[in-house]
């Protein structure tokens, strides 16, 4: 049986209380059907959460709700919780996600459905507010420019209405539905690591200015929500992951002054170690001090320790005050696009490739009728390659256009054209394909008053939920690093032509459409020379196609880490990037593998 929250919480003071057990088993929209069942079945777990929504879900939401108003909400949540919501409701296991998406009381309803066909009575709750489209209107003529966090365009010169524009919350509506006794808490786009903080302030009764807990509740909340690539998946040092079943997924004991144990349940596959939490600290984040609505977490005070196999601490969070601001998530509808991909063989690629483009556009009538064009020329081919697989280069063309006829069949089939008219050993990777439509990502601001927190609890009651209150200038002050000086570059001169990432790893990902790369090293030797080493220049020559773009460069010396966000890389965001590698997921390994003179000092011995 699991523990009574209710006689460890009520009675003692907060640092006395038992950390409570918060299991994640969902990092994406689609992510393993059986983790809900793994993590409640696996060990003694107090909460079960789930996060379903990112950037693009919301669109991918939206389109779902045009043919069907009533969806809008992750439909694969009722699937994952169907198998263990008697078990939940018997262990008292809080259940709390972000599935509600777009239509968190339409999906609040499902649950109601799915647990009368099961007779089972939760008693179930949904936050809502977050949705800003009806109201932007009424929010730009009160003088909110809603302007582009990147291009500082404002929404009124953006030339169109978005689709979807949603705030992120925080976690006290969470806080609120669990203190009214809430067997179920549905959220829409609250940030990820609310699901930890407000099921983690209710456990322990934090209040609004215990900054220092709410941070580090943050920070553990930023670890497990995205389930396995805390504890394996994702992970650059491959050979310390030597249990190869799938990873476990996460586990947060958060204790009371806000520190916490990541894990896992025993027996299961992967890794938790002080470099699988770094690798998952570092995903797309920007600047070290880590905006959430509830609180500042300053991750530059973050202190890991490898207190057991499979238990790493975290302890030392800051918090300050969180920002007057709330960060919202909008996405339009950018129009329609195509790729078709060309596979040249063997000898002259490049001239082959240069002829497939000018016939092809020729017959197209020419570039100039899109409104987009990429083309990428990719080159796997090999001299003499052992196979015919092996001596072969794809020409990735692009096309986007707001007339979906432009950009679809006839563009496409184009392409077969020069199946007998073009170069020799013409193919292609698919047969001709159809337009899709495309999103693009603006991300802005608004005041946090002007945003209608609100849950809904089991009775139907309506609770408002204020805004964070920022404290004083000084509460704001008193954060900051504590690191010990840096070490010094290896001493000697003597180096040698390696892969960087011989001494440090990598985790990579999306911020809409910035791409941010965290690298971190085991050793205080091999920190202080990849500090000195690699700067925004040298950055620059190691991703040429970063050269022309803004890049800013963060320094994390607690977890001997640097960040790098690079402004601009995805373009307009994922949905509507060309780039292979839409999410920039393989951008940190890509870097790791670039040659680079490194002193043979850091190489323990190693044959270069």
Not at 143 to 168: E, M
Not at 286 to 308: C, G, K, M, R, S
Request: hydrophobic content about 40%; some cysteine.
């Amino acid at each position: 049986m699991q523990p009574d929250r209710a006689s460890d919480r009520d009675p003692a003071p907060a640092l006395a209380r038992r950390p409570v057990r918060i299991g994640n088993s969902s990092g994406f929209f689609g992510d393993r059907m059986e983790a809900a069942r793994e993590m409640v079945e696996g060990g003694p777990i107090d909460v079960l959460t789930g996060d379903y929504l990112a950037e693009l879900t919301m669109l991918i939401l939206w389109k779902a709700r045009q043919k069907d108003p009533d969806a809008g909400y992750a439909r694969t949540v009722l699937g994952q919780l169907e198998q263990v919501l008697g078990t939940c409701l018997d262990r008292g296991i809080k259940i709390v996600n972000n599935a509600g998406g777009l239509n968190p009381a339409g999906l609040a309803g499902q649950f109601a459905a799915l647990a009368e066909r099961l007779g089972l009575h939760p008693r179930i709750a949904y936050v809502t507010g977050d949705d800003l489209l009806p109201r932007l209107d009424e929010l730009m003529a009160a003088g909110h420019q809603l302007s582009n966090l990147d291009t500082g365009q404002s929404l009124a010169d953006a030339g169109d209405k978005p689709v979807t524009a949603n705030a992120y919350l925080g976690g006290w509506g969470i806080s609120a539905a669990l203190d009214a006794g809430a067997d179920i808490v549905i959220c829409p786009r609250v940030t990820d690591a609310s699901l930890v903080t407000g099921p983690a302030a209710w456990w322990h009764g934090w209040g609004r200015g215990d900054f220092d807990q709410l941070a580090g509740a943050v920070a553990a909340g930023h670890i497990i929500e995205c389930g396995p690539q805390a504890t394996g998946g994702n992970y650059s040092y491959l050979h310390e992951i030597t249990d190869r079943r799938y990873p476990g997924f996460p586990i947060a004991e958060v204790a009371g002054d806000g520190s916490s144990v990541i894990t896992k349940h025993e027996d299961t596959g992967g890794l938790v170690s002080v470099g699988t939490v770094t690798a998952q600290l570092l995903y797309e984040i920007a600047e070290p001090a880590y905006l959430n609505p509830d609180v500042v977490a300053h991750f530059d005070t973050i202190v890991l320790e490898q207190q057991a196999p499979h238990r790493v601490r975290l302890s030392g969070t800051r918090g300050t005050p969180p920002p007057p601001t709330l960060k919202v998530c909008m996405n339009f509808l950018g129009g329609y696009r195509n790729t078709m991909t060309l596979v040249l063989t063997g000898l002259d690629i490049d001239e082959k490739a240069a002829w497939a483009q000018d016939e092809l556009f020729a017959i197209l009538g020419g570039r100039d009728r899109f409104s987009d064009v990429d083309v990428r020329l990719l080159r796997f081919d090999h001299p003499d390659a052992p196979s015919n697989e092996q001596a072969t280069a794809h020409l990735r063309i692009t096309v986007k256009d707001r007339d979906p006829r432009t950009v679809g069949r006839r563009f496409s089939n184009a392409t077969m054209e020069l199946a007998l008219g073009g170069y020799a050993g013409f193919h292609t990777t698919t047969p001709p394909s159809a337009e899709s439509a495309y999103g693009v990502y603006w991300p802005t601001t608004v005041p946090a008053r002007e945003v209608a927190h609100v849950v809904v609890l089991p009775d139907g009651t309506r609770l408002d939920v204020p805004p964070a209150s920022a404290a004083s200038a000084a509460s704001a002050a008193s954060a900051g690093a504590g690191a010990a000086a840096d070490p010094p570059p290896p001493a000697g001169d003597r180096t040698v032509r390696a892969p960087l990432g011989r001494v440090c790893a990598a985790r990579s990902g999306d911020k809409g459409g910035n791409a941010n790369v965290g690298l971190w090293t085991r050793d205080a030797a091999g920190y202080g020379w990849l500090r000195a080493y690699l700067t925004v220049e040298r950055l620059r020559e190691l991703l040429p196609e970063a050269r022309d773009l803004e890049i800013r460069r963060f320094e994390l010396p607690n977890l001997r880490a640097l960040n790098f966000v690079i402004v601009g890389l995805l373009g307009e965001g994922v949905a509507s990037s060309t780039r292979p590698d839409p999410q920039a997921k393989g951008l940190g390994e890509y870097l790791r593998s670039r040659l680079v003179p490194l002193p043979l000092a850091l190489l323990d011995g190693e044959t270069p």
